[in-house]
C-alpha cells in the first residue's frame, strides 16, 4: 500500500509533457488561464486543479503551475493556431445529416448538435476562437451590461451554433453577462449541460440563439 502511495504521489506531481498556455483571461476577481495538453485544452481559475497540478498565479503573459514542491512558469504562446482543416464536403453533409429541428428567423436561431461533434470541434477550434475572437465590453450607467463579439472567426464552430460578429451577449442559460469572469466562470456548467441559450442584441435588437445537445 505504501509503495503504490508513493506511485501515485508521484504521478500526480508529474508535469504532463505539451503543457502550454494559450490564453489569459486578467481579472481583479478571477484571473483565468487557458491551459493545453495535447489536445485537450483547459480554462482554470487561481487555485483549481488543472492537468494534475494546480494553477497558482495567473500575469499578462505567463501562468504558474505547482506540480508537488515544485512549481512550473508557463510563458503565454506567441505561436499561431493552425487553422482548423476544411471538412470534406461528403462530411460536411454527414455534420448536417438529421438537424430538421433548426430555426431560423429574424428573432432566433435553434439549432441541433452532436455533442461528440461539439467537443471534439473544440479541441481544435479553442485556440483559434481565443486569438481571432475580439470581445468588448458594453457599458450603460458605469456597469457592464454585455459583451459586444466585435470579430468572430470564420468557419468556426461560434458561427454555426448561431452568432454573429456584432452581436452583444448579455446572458448565457440565465446568467447575466456582466464581464469577461462572469463568461469564463459558466464553463464548468457548461461542459455538461444539454441545452445553450444565449441572449444577445443583434442590430439593437433582442435575438436568441439557441442550441441543442444530444
Known amino acids: 500500500m505504501f509503495a503504490l502511495a508513493l506511485i501515485l504521489a508521484a504521478a500526480a506531481s508529474a508535469t504532463p509533457p505539451g503543457l502550454e ?34 494553477l497558482v498565479a495567473v500575469a499578462p503573459g505567463s501562468a504558474t503551475v505547482e506540480y508537488g514542491d515544485h512549481r512550473v512558469e508557463l510563458p503565454l504562446s506567441s505561436q499561431p493556431p493552425e487553422p482548423s482543416p476544411a471538412r470534406p464536403a461528403a462530411d460536411a453533409v454527414a455534420a448536417t445529416a438529421g438537424r430538421s429541428e433548426d430555426v431560423s428567423d429574424a428573432t432566433r436561431s ?25 470581445v468588448i465590453p458594453v457599458r450603460r450607467d458605469g456597469r457592464v451590461v454585455g459583451l459586444t463579439l466585435s470579430r468572430v472567426p470564420s468557419d468556426s464552430l ?44 443583434r442590430s439593437g435588437e433582442p435575438f436568441t440563439v439557441h442550441v441543442n445537445l444530444r
Open 110 to 134: 435553434v439549432k441541433t448538435m452532436r455533442r461528440a461533434d461539439v467537443e471534439k470541434r473544440l479541441a481544435g477550434e479553442i485556440p483559434r476562437i481565443l486569438a481571432e475572437t475580439s
Open 21 to 54: 498556455l494559450v490564453g489569459v483571461v486578467l481579472s481583479r476577481d478571477r484571473p483565468v488561464a487557458i491551459i493545453r495538453s495535447g489536445a485537450r485544452t483547459r480554462s482554470v481559475s487561481v487555485g483549481e486543479r488543472v492537468f494534475g497540478g494546480r
Open 158 to 201: 461560434l458561427l454555426e451554433a448561431g452568432l454573429s460578429a456584432g452581436d452583444v451577449l448579455t446572458r448565457i442559460n440565465g446568467t447575466e453577462i456582466d464581464g469577461m469572469g462572469a463568461l469564463v466562470g459558466l464553463w464548468p456548467r457548461l461542459q455538461f449541460a444539454s441545452e445553450l441559450t444565449a441572449d444577445v442584441l
